[in-house]
């Protein structure tokens, strides 16, 4: 049971360049969300899905996009990268979105835009 | 001003210590409180949650609401060096779905 997995751990990219974080859970949890943590800012909500077909825009979407196809998988696909999305970038999964339903986490990646 | 606030810390105190953790809220509306904990380069975990005003026990933590004050608190007794790490509040508010996490605070515990 690996839980939420994401990929790559770590990526630098060029201003303009695209690319698709991965993310995938295994615990058949109908919940997905991607979040972004900047230092003094905490955790910011990008996009969530509430299950297979259905997404929706957090707190900061712009400049990402993402669908969900699978139960189990969750891109975030940034467009056209800009130095302002530098951050450590969360996946979290759960049954779903409640005060005792936990968010379980990945380690993140952690993105450098130049 | 944002909805939850939590100061960034860092807090530095030595093995034993009692370690108070705080975080303030704008919204009565918001309904449960929850601390989730974050090791270095790892993902944040649920610590414990809590709905109620008053004190949830859980072990050597406490989580404390005052809904009139619109104020959080973890308290960890006999503090560790295993609990070296970034506490984050997060309020939700089971009206709107929404989950909001404070800014985390920095422990380390020598």
């Known amino acids: 049971n690996a839980g939420v997995t994401q990929t790559p751990k770590f990526q630098v990219l060029k201003t303009g360049q695209s690319m698709t974080l991965q993310c995938a859970q295994d615990?058949?949890?109908?919940?997905m969300s991607w979040y972004r943590q900047d230092p003094g800012m905490g955790l910011r909500l990008i996009h969530y899905?509430?299950?297979?077909?259905?997404?929706d825009q957090g707190e900061v979407p712009n400049g990402y996009n993402v669908s969900r196809s699978t139960t189990e998988d969750f891109p975030l696909r940034l467009l056209s990268a800009a130095p302002s999305q530098t951050s450590v970038y969360f996946c979290?999964?759960?049954?779903?979105?409640?005060?005792?339903?936990?968010?379980?986490f990945g380690n993140g990646t952690r993105l450098t835009v130049t | 001003q944002k909805e939850v606030e939590q100061d960034p810390g860092p807090l530095s105190v030595p093995e034993g210590a009692i370690v108070s953790l705080n975080c303030t809220y704008s919204?009565?509306?918001?309904?449960?409180f929850m601390w989730y904990r974050q090791y270095s380069r790892k993902g944040p975990e649920l610590l414990m949650y809590?709905?109620?005003?008053g004190n949830k026990e859980d072990g050597r933590f406490t989580a404390q609401v005052d809904k009139s004050s619109k104020y959080i608190s973890l308290f960890i007794r006999d503090s560790q060096p295993s609990d070296s790490a970034t506490y984050l509040c997060?309020?939700?508010?089971?009206?709107?779905?929404?989950?909001?996490f404070g800014q985390g605070t920095t422990l380390q515990v020598k």
């Open positions: 979290a999964s759960g049954p779903s979105i409640s005060y005792n339903s936990p968010l379980h």
């Open positions: 615990m058949n949890h109908e919940y």
């Open positions: 899905s509430v299950g297979a077909g259905i997404t």
């Open positions: 919204n009565s509306a918001f309904q449960y």
């Open positions: 809590t709905y109620s005003s």
């Open positions: 997060a309020i939700f508010s089971g009206n709107t779905g929404k989950l909001i």
